[in-house]
């Protein structure tokens, strides 16, 4: 009897699985027949978590924590193609009116330099899409001061054609230059279900018409959204790393090498000492790691690697690596950051990753 209940259930929770897996529905919203990063790929980036807001449009309000992430970034060695993945309080696409912006400061000094922007409030249909913006004199003290101009200069234009006036500037999917899809049906254990808003930019495209470059940059980004407003306007509804629009301009992600991407980070504790484990994807110009530590989450964090653990992947390929911890108490709870480092000494952190020895 207690081996057919266990069976059972075990049924039941595989065909509620199944059916919360089929009803997830991708839209490709513009362009279309691309070939995008599998999960497994996509690397948090965990300071642009926010909480459900509630009082904006569902489909403008970020959400995420630390177990069903706000915001992902990906950077394809392969393709040249950088991807941002941004996770909206809405269960299903049922059509867009508004703008959501990814902001990028690529120089570090907290301000933006550049953006992109899925603008659906514009009609025509065929004036909607995915527009390159920069940055102009109007960029003020807090979010909602922050006005980006279009790098064209042509406000009407998205879907341009190969060999119109402004082809080289607008980021057209007809020449692969940019695409946006919309994943819906994403289970959360906080906010309900969920769906996914993805970016796909072409590094290409960057290097020929902006001064940004995937293969050699630090980026720090912002997230921003209107509802009932195109991409010349201010963010008014929502930002992102539990920010508002009256926030801070200056108010970015922890900076991240775009072209370092990370597959997995991990703590597991061994029976006398904490195993931290991750592997790469592509290490572009990296020269190594370092391992910081923690007993608080949001405490101060003290490195433990002496020496610079060294890169062992390259621009079209990643490693594996690990680092034991032997300077740990049982019944303790530790916290771990990985530190990135590329030769011109700029790096990223990730995690943090928390594991208890037992």
């Not at 362009?31 to 909480?51: A, E, R």
């Not at 177990?67 to 393709?79: G, H, L, R």
């Not at 050699?216 to 912002?222: A, F, V």
């Not at 060294?310 to 079209?316: D, E, F, K, R, V």
Request: aromatic share 14%; net charge negative; charged share 15%.
């Amino acid at each position: 009897m207690r081996h057919f209940l266990f069976n059972y259930l075990i049924s039941i929770f595989a065909f509620a699985v199944l059916s919360s897996m089929a009803s997830a529905a991708i839209t490709e919203v513009y362009g279309t027949g691309h070939t995008w990063p599998t999960d497994d790929k996509w690397i948090v980036i965990p300071s642009l978590n926010d909480p459900h807001d509630g009082s904006i449009g569902e489909g403008f309000d970020f959400v995420g924590d630390a177990t069903n992430p706000c915001a992902y970034k990906y950077y394809d060695q392969a393709t040249k193609y950088m991807y941002f993945r941004i996770r909206v309080h809405i269960a299903t696409y049922t059509g867009y009116n508004g703008t959501i912006w990814i902001y990028i400061d690529y120089t570090g000094d907290n301000v933006v330099d550049y953006a992109f922007a899925w603008d659906s409030a514009a009609t025509p249909i065929s004036k909607h899409g995915l527009e390159m913006m920069v940055k102009t004199t109007n960029v003020g003290p807090t979010w909602s001061d922050v006005r980006m101009g279009d790098l064209d200069g042509n406000g009407a234009d998205k879907l341009t054609t190969p060999g119109s006036a402004d082809f080289a500037y607008s980021v057209d999917a007809t020449a692969k230059d940019g695409y946006i899809r919309f994943v819906d049906g994403q289970a959360t254990t906080n906010f309900g279900t969920t769906s996914f808003v993805d970016f796909a930019i072409s590094n290409s495209y960057l290097t020929t018409n902006t001064l940004l470059n995937c293969n050699t940059q630090t980026w720090k980004i912002q997230l921003g959204s209107r509802d009932n407003a195109n991409d010349h306007n201010a963010a008014s509804s929502d930002i992102s790393g539990a920010n508002t629009p009256a926030s801070p301009s200056s108010n970015f992600s922890a900076s991240f090498p775009t072209a370092v991407s990370l597959v997995y980070f991990k703590a597991i504790a061994m029976q006398d000492h904490i195993s931290i484990q991750w592997k790469t994807a592509t290490e572009l110009d990296n020269a190594g790691f370092h391992i910081w530590k923690s007993e608080i989450a949001n405490g101060k964090y003290e490195k433990i690697t002496g020496f610079i653990i060294p890169s062992q992947g390259g621009s079209t390929w990643g490693s594996e690596y690990s680092y034991d911890d032997f300077q740990v108490i049982p019944g303790k709870t530790y916290h771990y950051q990985l530190q990135d480092i590329d030769y011109a000494g700029k790096s990223a952190f990730h995690g943090p990753v928390t594991v208890t020895l037992e």
